[in-house]
């Protein structure tokens, strides 16, 4: 029984370390960082459009 535990930590660790892998290649996706970026922009000019309202 240990040493099916120590086998699924083992597969644990591996799955841990190629979904870090995955998520650092993701940020670096120009497509993804476009969308980042419009995000961001948008949200910029919503809180923007609301002070405006609110003034």
Sequence with gaps: MR????QFDEQIAV????????????KQNPVNIY??????QQGLEQRQSSQLISS
């Excluded at 040493?3 to 120590?6: D, G, Q």
């Excluded at 799955?15 to 993701?26: K, P, Y």
Aim: hydrophobic share 30%; glycine share 0%.
């Design 3 to 6: 040493e099916v535990c120590a």
């Design 35 to 40: 969308f980042e970026k419009r995000r961001q």
């Design 15 to 26: 799955l841990d370390q190629l979904s870090a892998q995955l998520e650092t290649e993701n």
